[in-house]
């Protein structure tokens, strides 16, 4: 079965540093892969999107990666403040199944001053 | 202004009741969608709207019925309230419907649904 895998664990980072964060998944052929910042009691936010055929995108401080090969999509926030303490979550596609994006469980971030 | 807006944010109720939770969105998109998050925090999507039009509606028991009397609006109705019911649920939009944009996903804040 399908299955999008993020580390459970919460990442503590101190300010100042790069925070990266893992997505794999299995049995999938994403054509479309999202990020997505939650706060607590909050709706997801939309943060970067990626396609296929795109190996890496930028936003700001984000920096997005997507190996088709190993199955997966690296996060990155540089210079991390404590504002950037939040739930990242990824959310795959496929092309045939346009809108029907599958959600990871997130991975939080902690960022200390 | 709130772009996509859900009432009741919290909502505590019985088993057995039938419970509606109302969406609205300000934004002019064709698509509207129903998400639910569960204790482990997974977001699965249970239906999609295109236009008023069903295009989306994954394995959730029939007494789970959306509703859209207009493409800014997406009900949920839920008969039979089961304590497995307890979860948020999430509505958004999103402004594209094939494969160009970003597709990018607009939230609601949440309904937190608790069955007791």
């Known amino acids: 079965s399908q299955k999008i895998e993020q580390n459970s664990e919460a990442l503590n980072i101190q300010e100042g540093k790069t925070a990266t964060l893992t997505c794999n998944y299995t049995?999938?052929?994403?054509?479309?892969l999202q990020w997505y910042r939650q706060d607590p009691g909050r709706g997801p936010v939309f943060l970067l999107l990626?396609?296929?055929?795109?190996k890496e995108k930028r936003k700001e401080r984000l920096k997005v990666t997507f190996d088709t090969t190993l199955k997966q999509s690296l996060f990155h926030i540089t210079a991390s403040q404590p504002a950037d303490s939040a739930t990242y979550l990824c959310?795959?596609?496929?092309?045939?199944?346009?809108?029907?994006?599958?959600f990871g469980a997130g991975t939080q971030v902690v960022v200390t001053p | 202004d709130t772009a996509v807006s859900q009432t009741p944010k919290y909502l505590v109720t019985q088993m057995g009741n039938d419970k509606s939770i109302k969406c609205e969105q300000n934004l002019g998109h064709d698509t509207m969608y129903w998400y639910k998050q569960d204790s482990k925090k997974f977001l699965k999507i249970m239906f999609s709207?295109?236009?008023?039009?069903?295009?989306i509606n994954e394995t959730v028991p029939n007494r789970f019925s959306p509703k859209s009397p207009d493409k800014a609006h997406l009900n949920l109705h839920i008969n039979s309230l089961e304590l497995g019911d307890s979860a948020v649920y999430f509505c958004?939009?999103?402004?594209?419907?094939?494969?160009?944009?970003?597709?990018?996903?607009?939230f609601g804040e949440g309904s937190r649904l608790t069955v007791l």
């Open positions: 990626i396609r296929e055929n795109e």
């Open positions: 958004a939009s999103s402004p594209q419907t094939s494969g160009r944009g970003t597709g990018e996903l607009f």
């Open positions: 709207y295109n236009n008023k039009e069903l295009i």
């Open positions: 959310a795959l596609m496929t092309t045939d199944s346009w809108g029907k994006f599958q």
């Open positions: 049995n999938y052929s994403p054509a479309y």
